[in-house]
């Protein structure tokens, strides 16, 4: 019914389901280790601008991908030295990064907010969540393109009757895991060069992130 999107609780039945769901190109909402996120499958056409659509958002924003484990990242990106060192450090965490894109892998223009410039390096954002149902999903699916549960420009939603009275239209599934714990939203990281880059502060300090490089013997943190 129009507005009112199935809940199911965050268990094994209501993931096994959730994953049903998304195979057959719906959009699921989930708990994560912030806020809700909304879902897609990664090979559901259209899907990643369905998520646009439900946000009302500008479709030129990249869409970051929630990942099972480290692994999956390799499937996806290229990581340098300095990218694997804060996977190894903060995944599972509050850590996005930004790399270089496989070019073996067909994904999806709008994933990474559309056509590349000139000249731009086709990039693409990774995180491993501290919570299982994202990663459970990710388990299943591959990669899972999510954002987070709100319309744009508006305040994150944290729980599940929220969601369904904002979101009710644009959604087939709420995975029910009670009240999400908020917090910061991740520190996105660009991971591409000699030298890390912070694009967005947030759960995981700079500090924090400097430390791991020099420990590792690694460039520190550039402007």
């Not at 954002?147 to 599934?173: F, H, V, Y």
């Amino acid at each position: 019914m129009p507005g009112r999107p199935r809940r199911i609780a965050d268990d094994a039945a209501g993931r096994a389901e959730a994953v049903r769901v998304l195979e057959a190109g719906g959009i699921v909402a989930v708990p994560t280790d912030t806020v809700y996120g909304i879902a897609v499958a990664l090979s559901t056409p259209g899907g990643i601008e369905r998520l646009f659509a439900a946000k009302s958002r500008p479709p030129d924003k990249a869409i970051a991908l929630l990942l099972a484990d480290a692994t999956q990242a390799r499937d996806i990106g290229v990581l340098s030295d300095s990218a694997a060192a804060l996977a190894g450090a903060f995944w599972p965490g509050g850590l996005t990064l930004v790399v270089r894109r496989r070019t073996d892998r067909d994904l999806p223009a709008a994933l990474t907010g559309g056509d590349l410039a000139p000249g731009a390096i086709p990039t693409v954002g990774l995180r491993v969540p501290a919570h299982d149902a994202p990663r459970a999903l990710a388990r299943s699916l591959g990669p899972l393109p999510t954002t987070s549960a709100n319309r744009s420009g508006e305040p994150e939603l944290r729980d599940a009757d929220a969601i369904g009275a904002e979101l009710g239209d644009a959604l087939d599934l709420i995975l029910d895991g009670g009240p999400s714990i908020g917090g910061p939203a991740s520190t996105v990281v660009d991971a591409t060069g000699d030298e890390v880059r912070i694009l967005r502060a947030g759960a995981v300090p700079t500090d924090d992130i400097a430390r791991c490089l020099g420990s590792a013997g690694l460039p520190g943190v550039g402007r």
